[in-house]
């Protein structure tokens, strides 16, 4: 069985695959700070769960990660709780997607993932929307090349960031207001986080379907998608795992027999 890791700025999302089958997921808060052993005591709670331990059935472990300090300390926690070294997404991996981008190095490797199981599950062109701590935007042509994207912040960024430069204005509970006309200031605040980054999405989308010659599938991913989606026109697809399945198939291209 594999287990695969994807630590983002905000959450850590990992999964438990049987061959191709995603059997279990977990969706935890990321923390720069915890050591490898801390992470082992997280990790042996979750697989117990389900009835997993290190040294029961895991046969690999794949871990992309946008935190360099959990980077390092995952690393380490699974060659020391695993017995064997993680395949870590980072330049030099092998993942079959040719990277038009001026500098491949910088890339984060969730979009690279997800780019990955995007073109892989829908074909190409095809645009990859992932609602996280940032919105980011990444397009894969008809052959299946990760040509860039564009990168906005996030929605509960946006909202932390207006209460914290703002004198009166109030962090919301997000979700969808009545309306699109606020009727008092947190509806008004809600309105534009969730409509508006609606709107964003669909706007984005028709541009880039333009630089692509008119047509792309729009697969969208993330923790915050789900809030936004329903009010989106030009969503193709819903695909909360997306990055897990990439993930599954950068371990397939980098530890299988060929590997």
Partial sequence: MLLAVNV????TVLGVFRGTDLEQQWRTSTDSERTADELAVLF????????????NQITGVVLSSVVPTSTSALREMVNRYFNFPPVVVEPGTKTGLSI???????LGPDRVVNALAAFSRYGGPCIVIDFGTATTYDVVSERGE??????????????ASLSRETARLPQVE????????????VEAIQSALIYGSAAEADGMIDRLRKELGGSATVVVTGGLAPLIVPHCQFVDEHDPWLTLEGLRLVFERNAGPDG
């Fill in 8 to 11: 983002g700025n905000t959450n």
């Fill in 146 to 159: 990760f040509l860039g994207g564009a990168i906005a912040p996030g929605v509960q960024t946006k909202n």
């Fill in 44 to 55: 042996a709670g979750l697989l117990e769960q389900v009835g997993l331990t290190f040294s």
């Fill in 174 to 185: 997000l979700g969808a207001p009545r309306s699109v006309v606020g009727k008092n200031t």
């Fill in 100 to 106: 038009a981008t001026d500098n491949p190095r910088e």
